[in-house]
């Protein structure tokens, strides 16, 4: 049995409510009457409104932006381009394309690779153009996580079957339903990164989904699959023990470092379902499409999971699992702890999307009443990540964003374990969110601003080259030489060996550019020191920020 190391924070104990969706096995696909597919911002199109699709065909075109690719979900017709409300926390509206399907089953012809004699680089083109990512929570390009294999630095593979969360049930009902090839490909993609180990993880509460995975890994040993080297490993249920960081930790007793991934480890973490989407591409050339969506909560007439394709609203999955018992007091993407409140029901189901909550109590971040913070240090005890929250959130909420920088705010994986437990009814992770997103975008605003400073300065210095050479022309003209002349002297001028004294004007543009390249020298240093998180004025050592946790 694989020794466990544990991790720091946490919250044991908290109500799983996951049995409704589990009793009974995946429900088959929900086909609305139309489907709204994201558009991302700098992808391009690849069809025009009024076409006709198949299911499988490619629709955008994400080379410039490593974005992930759309595909069509089904057959049917591609209408036109909306605003629609957006799977974002923001309740933001974006573009999106508006596919009516047909009801036919026409689809692209497929293209079948196998593991057999299959190279990495192969594998991570395969990915790509299915357009697979992160299915656990964040949505990381799954190819760019693969090209760490490349180097040859992977010794550990991890296969993620950890619903810590309350509520979500997917990858659980996944496991149970297809375990045979989950350990299959576990044990095929291990092979073919030549990783050292492999381990799948699942938590204590999830019972029949590990002694699917015993019996599927024993089955195999006769078959003369390679599963001897994939270890299955039964965590304690524990909040947020299905975290990248915390599973990594956990398992191998080892932190991802600061600013760092775990690549940098020598770890490759895919959540299950993430890994099945890649057997489906290799076995049978199909790209991801579809997902297993949870719908749960107090207020849906019959829990379940069920297969929903990409581009369903919200309102139509919920529809399909029985509609509401009463009004939904609050609408979550997500589960009740890292999930967001939707603005609109007609959101529609995404790469991400692993849960649809519809509860008749209001999510963390609009509890009330709010009561001022009366530094009890509970928020401390369960950050798994190490943080001092409640300093976070006052250096959030007042807008000192270096000093939230200096306090790691990058650190933070948003798991609302301190808003849990925190007697005051805090938001501190709707605050910490919303400094993040302003921290970005003044990064982002900080980044124009200096493309078009190095134009401006390049401009400059082209202008001034222009006039000294124009300065020398003038010279030799006055001279009475030319530039072709066989006087010694005058080519010595032309070409700079002996060059004449520069005009006022030249001097003048000279000493403009030079001033320039000066300031731009000193915003660059500016700039670097503050992308530490170290602020000017201060010697405390500066904090960089780290990327977010999760697939």
Not at 75 to 98: C, K, L, Q, T
Not at 152 to 167: A, D, M
Not at 403 to 431: M, T
Not at 468 to 487: S, Y
Request: contains cysteine; charged residues 25%; proline residues 7%.
């Amino acid at each position: 049995m694989t020794a466990l190391y544990g991790f720091r924070g946490g919250i044991a104990g908290l109500p799983s409510n996951k049995e409704g969706s589990t009793s009974q096995p995946i429900q088959p696909l929900v086909i609305p009457q139309r489907l709204y597919l994201p558009i991302d911002p700098g992808v391009e199109l690849l069809i025009k409104p009024g076409k006709r699709v198949l299911a499988g065909e490619v629709l955008t075109d994400s080379n410039a932006t490593k974005a992930a690719v759309w595909h069509a979900p089904v057959a049917g017709r591609f209408v036109e381009i909306v605003d629609h409300p957006a799977a974002h926390p923001s309740g933001r509206s974006d573009p999106a394309m508006v596919l009516e399907p047909d009801g036919s089953a026409d689809q692209v012809e497929f293209s079948e690779t196998g593991w057999t004699d299959l190279s990495v680089e192969r594998l991570i083109a395969i990915v790509e153009s299915a357009g697979i990512t992160g299915m656990g929570g964040a949505g990381f390009p799954t190819w760019l996580k693969l090209g760490v294999a490349e180097s040859g630095r992977l010794s550990t593979l991890i296969i993620n079957g950890v619903e810590c969360e309350p509520e979500i049930s997917c990858d659980d009902m996944l496991i149970r339903e297809q375990a045979d090839r989950v350990v299959v490909a576990t044990a095929k993609l291990a092979a073919l990164l030549q990783v050292e180990t492999a381990y799948i993880a699942v938590e204590d509460d999830s019972p029949q989904a590990m002694a699917a995975l015993r019996a599927a890994k024993a089955g195999h040993y006769t078959e003369g699959v390679p599963v001897g080297g994939v270890e299955l490993v039964e965590l304690p249920t524990r909040y947020p023990s299905g975290s990248e960081k915390q599973l990594i930790e956990n398992l191998l007793g080892k932190q991802v470092p600061k600013n760092g991934l775990p690549a940098d480890l020598g770890v490759l973490c895919l959540n299950v379902a993430t890994l099945c989407a890649i057997e489906d591409a290799v076995m049978k050339g199909q790209p991801l499409t579809t997902r297993v969506v949870t719908v749960s909560g107090e207020a849906v007439a019959r829990p379940q999971n069920r297969w929903a394709l990409f581009g369903t609203p919200v309102a139509d999955l919920i529809e399909s699992c029985g509609g509401l018992t009463a009004k939904a007091e609050n609408l979550v993407m997500g589960g009740p702890m890292m999930g967001f409140a939707l603005a609109s029901p007609q959101t529609p189901v995404i790469k991400t999307t692993n849960c649809i909550l519809a509860q008749n109590r209001p999510p963390l971040d609009k509890r009330q009443p709010l009561m001022p913070c009366i530094r009890c240090g509970d928020c401390v005890d369960v950050c798994p990540a190490g943080l001092l929250p409640q300093q976070l959130y006052w250096f959030a909420k007042s807008g000192e964003h270096d000093k939230a920088q200096r306090h790691n705010l990058f650190d933070c994986i948003e798991c609302g374990a301190c808003a849990y437990v925190c007697p005051s009814q805090l938001p501190l992770v709707h605050h910490y969110r919303a400094a993040k997103s302003e921290i970005r975008g003044q990064q982002a605003q900080r980044i124009k601003a200096d493309i078009a400073r190095e134009r401006m300065l390049a401009r400059d210095e082209r202008l001034a080259r222009r006039e000294q050479e124009a300065a020398e022309r003038r010279l030799l003209k006055r001279g009475g030489r030319k530039a072709g002349t066989a006087d010694p002297e005058a080519k010595k001028a032309v070409t700079g060996e002996t060059r004449p004294a520069m005009s006022d004007e030249v001097a003048t543009a000279m000493d403009r550019a030079k001033q320039l390249q000066q300031q731009a020298d000193a915003d660059e240093t500016r700039a670097s020191i503050e992308s530490t998180g170290e602020s000017v004025d201060s010697t405390e050592p500066g904090q960089g920020a780290n990327r977010e946790n999760g697939e």
